[in-house]
């Protein structure tokens, strides 16, 4: 019975997909669209506690057929496979890892599989195994870093009014993590629903949200339910530019408490202010943000796009008890050429990371990130230096990659 719920959205999707038939009174000769992407990536990891290295070189692929029957609907199928060329780490989570974890573990799965209604003006609803990306992905989104991506069995509705207001909507059936199905963890069973509107307004973009996350996780003799949350709140974002002076600037507060079978008692607030400057080519931020700490568990955000957020070296992928207070700032040039490399982009950034309550200082990391573009592939290396105090160990990273749309 819990399997046919964990699939019951895609189930409904496909059915649907098959029953319309290409004689349907308003079809036209069906149109039938092909791409995808392809990433090779090398990934180091020298981590303070392991006894050896991680070294991995995977690729990831992705291929989707989109079939366009009519002008207000449309299906997708999409596959996507990861395979290990140098398989000298750990790729799942475990009690005896002897080397630094890196969660990109080989799997072929359906990564799509979906119907679209086109309702007019931008607005859409969208039913079956689908991505989410909402607002800037810190509380859901698709973790497109990755090599395997999230996805969700959802049904998601989308409306646009005046061309500048938007609100989403959905209902999440499952939720299938990038560790895949080869370990217990690899998904979420949810019955969780979520609202999110955006109003353009003459300083810039207000937006009010809701996330209602009931999430369980792991084997059915010991399920995990600490995860589940009710989250609200408020994102502010928008931009002054004039000839000589130009700014980028967004805030955030929302408020998280306990929710569904969550056996934990917790109330936590979130933070964030971030402000942009950019003079020529250049770009400097700094940002603020914190994950409060509240009772027995600190504010949590397992559904977002973890590796955009608290640094290049994925210390911080869940929250510590005590919460945690990240503070950073970077430069990064836009635009540079040198030869055949165009749209050059080196960034650095610095975090001072700490404890929301108590007064530790956790650590400190230092990022590089140098992107470029090679006629059609995209290019990024990416060097974290991650320095603990009071939290986690002395961890290096390195990433590198090519990837290509086709």
Same mark, same amino acid.
């Given at each position: ?59 990831? #692929? ?67 195994? +689908? ?13 497109? %870093? ?50 999110? #509107?955006?109003? +353009? ?47 980028? %600037? ?5 408020? +998280? ?36 700490? &509240? ?27 005590? &919460? ?10 836009? &635009? ?55 939290? #986690? ?14």
């Amino acid at each position: 019975m819990k399997k046919a719920k964990q699939a019951h959205v895609a189930k409904v999707a496909l059915c649907a997909l098959a029953m319309v038939p290409f004689t349907q009174v308003g079809f036209a000769d069906p149109v039938f669209t092909f791409g995808g992407d392809a990433r090779l990536r090398y990934d180091f990891v020298d981590q303070s506690g392991f006894p050896d290295d991680s070294n991995a070189l995977t690729l990831s #692929a992705r291929a989707a057929l989109e079939w366009i029957p009519a002008d207000w609907v449309s299906g997708l199928i999409e596959v996507e496979g990861v395979g290990t060329l140098i398989d000298d780490f750990s790729d799942l989570p475990g009690p005896n890892l002897s080397k630094p974890l890196i969660p990109d573990p080989d799997h072929v799965d359906i990564n799509r599989l979906q119907l679209q209604f086109d309702l007019g003006q931008n607005s859409f609803v969208t039913l079956g195994r +689908q991505t989410l990306r909402i607002d800037d992905q810190r509380f859901l989104g698709m973790a497109p %870093f990755r090599q395997n991506t999230r996805s969700y069995d959802a049904i998601r509705v989308s409306v646009r009014t005046q061309s500048t207001h938007t609100f989403q909507a959905g209902y999440i059936d499952k939720v299938n993590r990038p560790l895949g199905n080869r370990t217990p963890i690899g998904e979420f069973d949810s019955d969780s629903w979520f609202a999110n #509107a955006n109003l +353009q307004t003459p300083i810039g973009r207000v937006g009010l949200f809701h996330y209602a996350l009931d999430l369980e996780t792991g084997p059915d003799t010991n399920r995990i339910r600490t995860l589940s949350s009710e989250t609200s709140g408020i994102r502010f974002d928008g931009r002054y530019h004039r000839s000589d002076l130009k700014f980028d %600037f967004e805030a955030s507060y929302a408020q +998280q408490s306990d929710h569904a079978d969550n056996p934990l008692n917790y109330s936590a607030d979130y933070y964030l202010v971030d402000v942009k400057t950019f003079i020529a080519n250049l770009e400097a931020s700094v940002r603020h943000e914190v994950l409060g700490a &509240g009772g027995a568990q600190a504010f949590q955000t397992p559904l977002a796009s973890l590796h955009k957020f608290q640094g290049e070296a994925d210390v911080f992928l869940s929250t510590p008890i005590d &919460g945690i207070a990240d503070t950073s700032v970077s430069l990064k040039y836009n &635009g540079g050429a040198i030869g055949p490399l165009k749209d050059i982009t080196p960034t650095i950034r610095i975090h001072q990371f700490e404890a929301d309550r108590g007064g530790a200082t956790y650590g400190q990391e230092v990022d590089f990130v140098l992107q470029a573009k090679l006629s059609d592939f995209k290019l990024k290396l990416t060097l974290a230096d991650y320095r603990a105090d009071d939290f #986690a160990s002395d961890r290096q990273r390195v990433f590198a990659s090519i990837s290509k749309r086709f």
